[in-house]
C-alpha cells in the first residue's frame, strides 16, 4: 500500500542513488515510458514545442549513464560528482485508488569536478506510477531557479 | 607594456600562412585589441526582425564590449542605438528583450526617447533653456549605429563609420541564410523562444575554429555520439525506425572520407562552410507533409534545390555560425579572453509542419545545451587548450593541414572537407580587420 511516506521515501532514495553514483539503480527506478525533462522557460507547459535543457527518455538516460564510464569520455577524466540537499518532499497526489502519486521537492544541488564546485537551486516534481509492488518514475521534472542562466557544463543528474 | 597596441606589424606577426600564434588566444592585450577594432570594423548580428514584431519591442545585445539595442518604430522602421542614456549614461533597456510602448524613458531622470531614438522630453526642460544644450550631442537622443543592414529579417550592424560595405563584407557567403529563408514555405523565419546559453572558459575563437573542424567529431564525439550508436544498437530489438535522436547523434560518427567528400567553401573575409556535398544532415528523414508544402510554395525543381542544399555549420566572420539544415543560429560572444558566451536560437520555418521545429529544438538541446553530452565533449577540449597553450615548449598552433604553398587570400574555392583552410582564412581576416583602422590611430595620436 502506498502512502505518503512510502512517495518521499522513494525520493530520498533516488536522490541517494544519485549521489553514491549508483547509476543503473538509478535507472531502474524509472518506468519504460519514463522521462527526465529541465525546462529552460519558467512554468514551462511543453518539452516539446518549447526549448528545454533536457527531455529524455529512458533510451538517451542510458546514453548518459554508459557515457560516464566510457574510455574515451574526456570530460568525464576526473570524474564529477553530486549532492542533493533536499527539503521534505511535498506530498501533491497520493491517490492509490486512481493511481496517481505526485510530489514537489525544493532542494539544492552541488556538482563537482577537479577543484570546481557548481550550485544549483530548484525543485524537482515527480510523477510516480505503481507497478507492482513499487513506484517508478513516469516523470522527473527538474526547475531550476535560474534557468535561463548561463551554465558551464552540468554533466550528472539534478 | 603595451606589446601590441597601435603596432599592426605586431599583430600580423601572430598569423603566419598555416600557423598561429599562441598570443591570439591567451593575450589579455589582444584580446582588448578585438573589443576596439576587430568587431567596431566587423559586420556583428545583432538579432532578429522576428523578434521586433510590434512597434516598441525591442532587443538587447552587444558588440565587443558595447551595448546596444535595436527597436521597431511606431512607422515599422527598424533602429539600432547604444544602449546608453545620453544624460548620465544609464543603461535603458536591461533586459534581453520587450516591449517598451510608445517611448523609451530612463528610470534615473525620466529623460524620454521615441522609439527611433531621437530625444521626446526632459523633466524640468527650463533649466536648460539658454545653456547650451541644444548644441550637444545629448540634444540627438540616443546615440545611433548609423551602419545597419537588415538582410531577410537579420539585423547586422557595423560600429565603425568607415570599413567595408556589408555587400562587400558577405558577398555570396550570404546564400547559407538565404537558403535558411527559403526553407520556410513562406519564406519566413520566427524566433519564439529564448536562447539556449553556455558559458566556456576558454576563448571565442576556438568555438568558430571548431565550426569547420571535421577532423575531431570522429574522435572526440566517440564517448557521445559513438555511445548513442552503441546503445541504440544494442537496445533497439526489433524496431525498424531510427528515432530522431539517433538521428540527430549517429552522423557525427561518420568516418574522415565522409568528411573529406562533404567539402569546404571558402569565402573572402573569414567567412565559409562545411558540408558542400552532402553532410551530417543529409540523411535525416522525411518531415510528413512538408516536401508537399514545399513543392506547392516553389515548383518541384527549386524545393528540390533548396532542400537539397544542406550546408552544416556556416561561419560568418567573426562570431556566428548558421545551420539551416535545423535552423540554428550560434552566436559565440566574446566576455573575456578565457571566457566565452554561446547562445544558440532555434528559428522556426513559418508555416512549416511543427515537427521540424522540434526536431530544431531537440538538436539545440542535444548538442548546444549545457546539459548536452556533445557539448561536454567540445568544451573539456576548449577549456584543455586554454590551459594547454600556456606552454612554452611550443608557442605556435599548427593548421597546416593540407595547406599548399600558393594559397591565395580573400578568394571563393571548394576544398577537401577536412583542410585546415577555412581556420586559415579566418585567421587572415582576423588580421585585416583589427589592424586595418591601425595605422590611422598611430597618426591620430601624434
Ligand atoms: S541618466 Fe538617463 S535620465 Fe539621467
Ligand atoms: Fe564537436
Redesign the interface.
Known amino acids: 500500500m502506498i502512502n505518503e511516506k512510502t512517495i518521499a521515501d522513494f525520493i530520498y532514495r533516488e536522490a541517494e542513488l544519485l549521489d553514491t553514483m549508483q547509476w543503473q539503480a538509478w535507472l531502474d527506478l524509472f518506468h519504460p515510458e519514463g522521462r527526465y525533462w ?1 525546462p ?2 519558467w512554468q514551462q507547459q511543453d518539452p ?8 529524455e ?1 529512458l ?2 538516460l ?3 549513464v ?2 560516464l564510464a ?1 574510455e ?4 568525464q577524466k576526473p570524474k564529477s560528482r553530486c549532492h542533493h540537499l533536499l527539503q521534505a518532499p511535498q506530498i501533491v497526489a497520493c491517490d492509490a485508488a486512481g493511481g496517481v502519486f505526485k510530489a514537489r521537492t525544493s532542494y539544492i544541488y552541488t556538482e563537482t569536478r577537479g577543484d570546481l564546485l557548481e550550485r544549483y537551486s530548484g525543485w524537482a516534481s515527480h510523477d510516480l506510477v505503481q507497478v507492482g509492488d513499487s513506484l517508478k518514475i513516469k516523470l522527473k521534472r527538474v526547475d531550476l531557479v535560474n534557468f ?8 550528472l543528474f539534478m | 607594456m603595451a606589446k601590441y597596441g597601435n603596432n599592426a606589424r605586431a599583430i600580423e606577426r601572430l598569423v603566419r600562412d598555416a600557423e598561429v600564434h599562441r598570443d591570439v588566444y591567451v593575450d589579455q592585450e589582444i584580446f582588448e585589441l578585438e573589443m576596439e577594432h576587430l568587431f567596431p570594423n566587423s559586420w556583428i548580428y545583432v538579432g532578429h526582425a522576428s523578434q521586433l514584431s510590434k512597434p516598441g519591442d525591442f532587443i538587447t545585445a552587444n558588440i565587443g564590449r558595447q551595448p546596444v539595442m535595436a527597436s521597431r518604430h511606431t512607422d515599422g522602421s527598424i533602429h539600432v542605438f547604444y544602449n546608453r542614456c545620453p544624460h548620465k549614461g544609464v543603461k535603458i533597456a536591461s533586459e534581453p528583450c520587450g516591449n517598451t510602448g510608445k517611448f523609451f524613458r530612463c528610470p534615473y531622470h525620466a529623460w524620454s526617447f521615441k522609439t527611433d531614438g531621437s530625444l521626446l522630453a526632459i523633466p524640468l526642460k527650463k533649466g536648460y533653456e539658454g545653456t547650451g544644450f541644444t548644441d550637444t550631442q545629448a540634444n540627438e537622443g540616443l546615440s545611433k549605429v548609423k551602419n545597419v543592414v537588415i538582410y531577410r529579417d537579420f539585423i547586422f550592424a557595423r560600429l565603425s563609420d568607415s570599413g567595408v560595405s556589408f555587400e562587400d563584407y558577405f558577398g555570396e557567403s550570404l546564400s547559407t541564410i538565404d537558403n535558411m529563408v527559403d526553407r520556410s514555405p513562406e519564406g519566413k523565419l520566427a524566433i519564439e ?2 536562447p ?6 576558454c576563448n571565442w575563437k576556438m568555438l568558430v575554429e571548431n565550426q569547420t573542424d571535421t577532423c575531431h567529431p570522429m574522435v ?1 564525439h ?3 555520439a ?3 550508436v ?3 544498437k544494442r ?1 533497439q530489438g526489433d524496431s525498424t525506425e531510427t ?1 530522431m ?1 539517433v538521428q540527430l ?1 549517429g552522423p557525427f560518427m561518420s568516418p574522415y572520407e565522409f568528411y573529406e567528400q562533404s567539402g569546404i567553401r571558402i569565402w573572402p573575409n573569414g567567412h565559409g562552410h562545411t558540408g558542400v556535398a552532402n553532410s551530417i544532415h543529409s540523411n535525416y528523414s522525411d518531415i510528413d507533409g512538408y516536401l508537399g508544402q514545399m513543392v506547392a510554395a516553389y515548383g518541384e525543381k527549386r524545393a528540390h534545390e533548396i532542400l537539397g542544399e544542406v550546408r552544416h555549420n556556416t561561419v560568418y566572420f567573426p562570431n556566428i555560425m548558421v545551420k539551416g539544415a535545423v535552423q540554428i543560429v550560434r552566436n559565440f560572444i566574446p566576455i573575456a579572453v578565457d571566457k566565452t ?2 547562445e544558440s536560437w ?1 528559428y522556426r520555418l513559418v508555416g512549416a509542419p ?1 515537427k521540424l ?2 526536431r530544431a ?2 538538436y ?2 542535444f548538442i548546444n ?3 548536452s ?1 556533445v ?3 567540445d ?3 576548449y577549456e ?1 587548450a586554454q590551459e594547454g597553450l600556456k606552454s612554452n615548449g611550443n608557442q605556435w598552433v599548427n593548421l597546416r593541414r593540407l595547406y599548399e604553398s600558393n594559397e591565395e587570400q580573400d578568394v571563393t574555392a571548394v576544398i577537401n572537407g577536412t583542410s585546415e583552410r577555412q581556420m586559415r582564412n579566418q585567421f587572415h581576416a582576423w588580421a585585416k580587420f583589427m589592424t586595418m583602422d591601425m595605422d590611422k590611430h598611430v597618426e591620430a595620436a601624434e
Not at chain 2, 539556449?196 to 572558459?201: E, G
Request: aromatic share 10%; charged share 25%; glycine share 6%.
Open positions: 529541465m529552460l522557460e516539446v514545442l518549447q526549448p528545454s535543457l533536457m527531455y527518455d533510451l538517451l542510458k546514453v548518459r554508459e557515457r566510457g574515451r569520455t574526456f570530460s535561463d542562466a548561463p551554465f558551464g557544463n552540468i554533466q | 523562444a529564448a539556449i546559453r553556455y558559458m566556456h572558459t572526440a566517440e564517448s557521445s559513438g555511445t548513442a552503441k546503445v541504440w537496445e528515432p535522436a547523434y558566451l554561446v532555434v511543427d521545429y522540434e529544438l531537440m539545440n538541446r545545451a549545457p546539459t553530452i557539448g561536454h565533449d568544451l573539456e577540449m584543455r
